[in-house]
């Protein structure tokens, strides 16, 4: 049994423009393909695209792929990071499917008219709270694990606001611990933002241990 390892790229803020800056030297057709398709929403009401993580994100994630050639990638919380899937996807000398869940009605209709689900691998699924503390729930897309036992690159960006009879905490997604523990294996993984599901990782695989 070897140590259970963070293989995920913790962005730290400070590195933001460092990060933008390498992106656009690194992936200049990456970085040209997401600004042109992220400026074709600046001007719309602003509900439908703060979405857009930040270009050190996509960085990292594109290195992480570019990397470790994944197979499947399973999203959850899709959107612009769905399209750089794709694109990426389509320049890879190998097959990559890409997953994304989607939990809102809302969110799924607006994200397919904002061509962000340009394959229709986007999927609606009901959000499911497993466990809650007083300030954190504990939450999964809720879809069968089995469906994807080939996945090997999780990308956590999602769910949004978790409001629950009215009560809003702040949520920890555990779709990739539960493939971890279903699979009994690693799974590399992108976590955007999202402090709290970061340090649940964090401490999940220094307390576990699995096979390497
Ligand atoms: C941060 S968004 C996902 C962003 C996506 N990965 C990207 O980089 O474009 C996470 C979830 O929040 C919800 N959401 C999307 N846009 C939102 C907005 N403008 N305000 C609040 N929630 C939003 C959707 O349910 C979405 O799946």
């Keep these: 049994m070897g140590k259970f390892q963070t293989v995920g790229e913790y962005r730290k803020d400070k ?3 460092e990060l933008r800056l390498k992106f656009k030297l690194e ?9 042109s398709f992220q400026r074709k929403y600046y001007n ?4 439908k695209f703060t979405m857009g993580a930040d270009y050190g994100f996509y960085y990292g994630l594109i290195g992480n792929i570019l990397e470790k050639r994944p197979k499947h990638i399973v999203e ?13 996807a389509q320049d890879l000398d190998y097959e990559l499917k890409v997953t994304s869940y989607e939990d809102v009605p809302m969110w799924f209709d607006i994200l ?7 394959f229709g691998t986007m999927k609606l699924v009901e959000l499911k709270v497993e466990s809650e503390t007083e300030d954190i729930y504990y939450c999964c897309y809720d879809h069968p694990i089995l ?10 960006d999602g769910p949004g ?19 971890e523990v279903a699979f009994d294996r690693n799974i590399n993984h992108n ?4 402090h709290e599901t970061q340090k649940f990782y964090e401490t999940d695989y220094k307390n576990r241990t699995l096979p390497q």
Excluded: A, Q, W
């Excluded at 719309?44 to 509900?47: A, G």
């Excluded at 702040?170 to 611990?177: D, E, G, K, V, Y």
């Excluded at 976590?191 to 999202?194: A, M, N, P, V």
């Design 15 to 17: 590195d933001r423009d």
């Design 27 to 35: 992936y200049p057709e990456y970085y040209d393909f997401m600004d």
């Design 44 to 47: 719309k009401d602003k509900t």
């Design 76 to 88: 959850y919380g899709p959107g612009f990071t769905t399209v750089l899937l794709h694109r990426i």
């Design 112 to 118: 397919n008219e904002m061509e962000c689900n340009p």
């Design 147 to 156: 469906d994807h036992k080939d996945v090997d690159f999780v990308l956590i």
């Design 161 to 179: 606001d978790v409001i629950i009879n009215k009560i809003n905490k702040r949520n920890i997604n555990t779709n990739l611990h539960n493939f």
């Design 191 to 194: 976590i955007d933002g999202r």
